[in-house]
């Protein structure tokens, strides 16, 4: 089984770019969700794909959006770039949006910096 | 809208002592709150979840409705217990969207 996995690990930018984030879902996974992790706070839900589709957002403008693909991948894509948008982006991948017994597992984080 | 509180962002306990780290929690539905944790290096992981009612490297968790609570507690703390511990309250129906406290930076010393 293969676990969780996110790329690239860093990532430095600057103010105004754009940015892509990827992830590679739990094997057997078909939902896989985003948060956004700011120094010395919890994760914060961004938004939640299920089969291809966004199936739920949090508070987060239009510029952070995402894509889902057939192989459950999926992409995280932040356009014009705000100091404030520093932060560790985690995946999470869940075989189904809504078990109650079922476990988000978590990829290791991409930290992006924007200067 | 749900909100998580863990009121301590750090808590320091000798070995072997007990140990209780806190959760309160805001819904107006009915809540499932969960326990990740995040050892050193590496990444966040479920510890326990209130629905299973089991206890996990001996820590166990009550659900508390009527103080809207989910602390965390183990009798008798080991140094490996050292870590940071987010409690989450899992919101929205037909997703499994997590919202999580701040967290609790837990140092056990030898």
């Known amino acids: 089984e293969t676990g969780v996995t996110q790329s690239p690990t860093h990532l430095i930018k600057t103010r105004g770019q754009q940015v892509t984030l990827r992830c590679s879902s739990q094997?057997?996974?078909?939902?896989v969700s985003w948060y956004q992790q700011a120094l010395g706070q919890g994760p914060q839900f961004i938004f939640q794909y299920y089969r291809e589709e966004e199936n739920g957002r949090g508070n987060f403008p239009p510029r952070f959006s995402g894509l889902q693909f057939p192989n459950y991948s999926s992409e995280l894509n932040v356009n014009a770039l705000e100091l404030d948008d520093s932060a560790l982006y985690l995946c999470a991948s869940s075989e189904k949006p809504d078990r109650t017994t079922d476990t988000q597992y978590f990829g290791p984080g991409t930290r992006l910096t924007v200067l | 809208a749900q909100r998580v509180t863990q009121p301590e962002k750090l808590l320091s306990v000798f070995k072997g002592a007990p140990v209780e780290l806190k959760c309160n929690y805001s819904y107006s539905g009915s809540p499932e709150l969960f326990w990740y944790v995040q050892y050193s290096r590496q990444r966040l992981q479920l510890l326990l979840r209130?629905?299973s009612r089991e206890s996990i490297k001996g820590f166990t968790a009550d659900l508390n409705k009527g103080e809207t609570s989910f602390h965390l507690k183990k009798p008798f703390a080991q140094e490996e217990d050292s870590a940071m511990y987010y409690c989450?309250?899992?919101?929205?129906?037909?997703?499994?969207?997590?919202?999580f406290g701040k967290g609790t930076l837990l140092t056990v010393n030898p």
């Open positions: 094997s057997g996974h078909n939902t």
């Open positions: 989450a309250l899992k919101s929205g129906g037909s997703n499994y969207k997590l919202t």
């Open positions: 209130h629905i």
